[in-house]
């Protein structure tokens, strides 16, 4: 059972513009989402999270917005550079409770493609 | 960088053969982490220790084992190895007594079951 839906699968947009990656989550237990980045031949590392208190948080060109009626969360990189061609994986965590551990469970992936 | 290396980086093995795989840490961090990447899957959690000699089974830990030993490291085995075993595998670490929820991921191992 997939707890974290990610979509799109991959995404091309141009210099300049806004990418914008969905996930949705099944388990209301839930309160930690990160996004982490992930280049070629490297492992993935942690570019913002948000905790379900908030509907939003903002990092530079890095926004989150978490909709936690709708049990979905997105990832919007503005003003998009060719340096930001990676993979983007979201994901839930429990990690209120303790007991989880702080297991993450994570989205299947967005490969992003910034063209020049 | 956290101070995580894996070991070997990458492998190519036979069908049945024994594996194992090692994540070393320099940061003490409590918890440590082994998942597989896929194309088309993701990040898939083998198993996880959230101490030394305390493990616990993920999503996806059939064929796999794991021992932690000392806090530094942590191991993953594949008892037997089969094609369905090929994937790239990353260990990472977190620790909560740091105030953070992070989990900082290594450099991976590629591993090639032939």
């Known amino acids: 059972q997939q707890q974290v839906k990610q979509s799109p699968q991959s995404l091309i947009v141009q210099k300049g513009g806004i990418s914008i990656i969905n996930c949705a989550y099944e388990n209301t237990a839930f309160d930690y989402f990160p996004w982490y980045q992930q280049f070629p031949g490297k492992g993935p590392a942690l570019l913002i999270a948000?905790?379900?208190?908030?509907s939003e948080k903002k990092e530079g060109r890095f926004t989150i917005s978490f909709n936690k009626s709708a049990k979905q969360f997105s990832l919007h990189i503005m003003d998009s550079q060719p340096g930001d061609s990676a993979t983007y994986f979201c994901?839930?965590?429990?990690?209120?409770?303790?007991?989880?551990?702080?297991?993450?469970?994570f989205g299947k992936g967005t490969l992003l493609t910034v063209n020049p | 960088d956290a101070g995580i290396t894996q070991s070997p980086r990458h492998k190519v093995t036979e069908t049945g053969t024994p594996v194992t795989l090692r994540c070393h840490q320099t940061e003490n961090h409590r918890y440590m982490y082994w998942y597989r990447q896929d194309p088309g899957h993701g990040l898939r959690l083998i198993h996880y220790s959230y101490g030394v000699k305390d493990t616990d089974k993920g999503e996806v830990s059939d064929g796999y084992s794991v021992s932690r030993s000392k806090t530094e490291d942590f191991l993953l085995t594949l008892e037997s190895a089969t094609s369905s075993q090929t994937s790239v595998y990353f260990c990472?670490?977190?620790?909560?007594?740091?105030?953070?929820?992070?989990?900082?991921f290594g450099p991976g191992t590629r591993l090639t079951v032939t």
């Open positions: 990472a670490i977190s620790d909560r007594g740091q105030g953070s929820y992070e989990q900082y």
């Open positions: 948000i905790r379900p208190d908030v």
């Open positions: 994901a839930a965590s429990m990690i209120g409770s303790g007991g989880s551990n702080y297991k993450l469970t």
